[in-house]
């Protein structure tokens, strides 16, 4: 008898221990060698906090994957095959894992990190894992290699820098990218090597985010830095571009694939290429950092950390409500785009009022 989930649930376990184990020692280190996020008039936190604790996201992420093809076998089944698409993602992902920490420790300016970036985000194209097709945004369908190959490279940017800049208050990253990856495991379980690889990271962020967001200062408080919130944003990019290039069966089954990962990146993404736009409008590098994002937004509104934290969260599982309601209700995915994009500037909107009120 074949049971396809125990794999995917030794993967999630491996992950819970393998942080909860590695996060004491990994703050221990950081201690020892004075490894701190100092705060800065663009923080929110106003005392060191380690900083290291995305490190730990790729070792339990392999460990998940090794025992999960080890539980497979012993299940009768065949241990798992990874495609090109699969080892270019994960050289990839090691490329940004390294920056990140590069980071973390010595610093980096945004445009050269930016660079190398871009230097990922062209390997995965080059193995297959492209979008070809737009399902009707814009009444664009099938499209170029040239056209998608560029596109795809902008998605995954656009993704891996939206993780990483809305890391800004605790859980808030992780917590979105425990909601997502958890989407992806059950979306993509058919791909066995896939659903444990995302399962694993689970169980990872979710030791994380106890320790982010209960955590003391001085105690087991700890961020994640550029190394875990630039690895999540890779991991989430390859699955959106691997979840639309499912094969596809029934009629509007792509149509349906990119909705899902639209709606799953939706609010960190419009977030990034709002603030983007803004910095540009207002004569401001983009690469220069503010406090402009929403949940700085929010806070100035006068919610708490916490506050923010649990409205971003909401917001995100409110247009995952309202898009599959609207999905079962028929309506064309570009419209059900163009009325998340409207709910977000509704809420964008009615905070900036809530500022300009309370600074008055």
């Known amino acids: 008898?074949?049971?396809?989930?125990?794999?995917?649930?030794?993967?999630?376990?491996?992950?819970?221990?393998?942080?909860?184990?590695?996060?004491?020692?990994?703050?221990?280190?950081?201690?020892?060698?004075?490894?701190?996020?100092?705060?800065?008039?663009?923080?929110?936190?106003?005392?060191?906090?380690?900083?290291?604790?995305?490190?730990?996201?790729?070792p339990a992420a392999v460990v998940g994957l090794f025992l999960a093809?080890?539980?497979?076998?012993?299940?009768?089944?065949?241990?798992?095959?990874?495609?090109?698409?699969?080892?270019?993602?994960?050289?990839?992902?090691?490329?940004?894992?390294?920056?990140?920490?590069?980071?973390?420790?010595?610093?980096?300016?945004?445009?050269?990190?930016?660079?190398i970036q871009a230097v990922a985000a062209f390997i995965l194209p080059l193995c297959n894992l492209i979008i070809t097709d737009l399902n009707g945004?814009?009444?664009?369908?099938?499209?170029?290699?040239?056209?998608?190959?560029?596109l795809t490279v902008i998605a995954i940017l656009t993704i891996v820098n939206a993780i990483n800049l809305i890391d800004g208050i605790d859980g808030l990253s992780s917590g979105l990218c425990i909601l997502i990856l958890a989407a992806y495991t059950v979306l993509l379980n058919e791909e066995n090597a896939i659903a444990s690889l995302d399962a694993a990271i689970v169980g990872s962020l979710i030791v994380f985010w106890c320790f982010n967001v209960f955590g003391k200062v001085g105690g087991k408080k700890?961020?994640?830095?550029?190394?875990?919130?630039?690895?999540?944003?890779?991991?989430?990019?390859?699955?959106?571009?691997?979840?639309?290039?499912?094969?596809?069966?029934?009629?509007?089954?792509?149509?349906k694939q990119m909705l899902i990962s639209i709606t799953l990146l939706l609010?960190?993404?419009?977030?990034?290429?709002?603030?983007?736009?803004?910095r540009r409008f207002t004569g401001h590098g983009i690469f220069v950092p503010d406090k402009t994002h929403i949940h700085h937004i929010l806070m100035n509104a006068g919610l708490s950390m916490h506050g923010a934290l649990a409205c971003i969260l909401s917001l995100f599982l409110l247009i995952c409500i309202i898009n599959y309601a609207l999905w079962q209700c028929h309506f064309l995915m570009p419209i059900i785009v163009m009325m998340d994009i409207a709910i977000y500037v509704l809420v964008w909107g009615v905070l900036m009022l809530s500022n300009k009120s309370t600074t008055e």
Request: aromatic content about 14%.
């Open 137 to 150: 945004i814009f009444g664009l369908h099938q499209i170029p290699f040239i056209v998608g190959y560029v």
């Open 222 to 255: 700890i961020f994640m830095g550029d190394s875990g919130s630039l690895f999540l944003g890779y991991v989430c990019a390859y699955m959106s571009i691997k979840s639309m290039m499912r094969p596809i069966a029934p009629e509007n089954c792509g149509e």
């Open 267 to 278: 609010i960190p993404v419009l977030d990034v290429i709002r603030v983007a736009l803004q």
């Open 1 to 58: 008898m074949s049971y396809p989930f125990i794999p995917t649930i030794v993967s999630f376990l491996s992950g819970v221990i393998v942080t909860a184990v590695g996060l004491p020692l990994i703050i221990k280190v950081c201690r020892h060698f004075e490894y701190y996020d100092v705060p800065d008039e663009r923080k929110v936190h106003r005392k060191p906090v380690p900083r290291l604790g995305g490190l730990i996201f790729m």
């Open 69 to 115: 093809s080890w539980t497979t076998v012993l299940l009768g089944g065949e241990e798992y095959v990874f495609g090109v698409s699969t080892i270019a993602m994960t050289f990839g992902g090691l490329v940004i894992y390294l920056i990140g920490f590069f980071d973390d420790r010595f610093g980096m300016k945004a445009s050269h990190k930016f660079i």
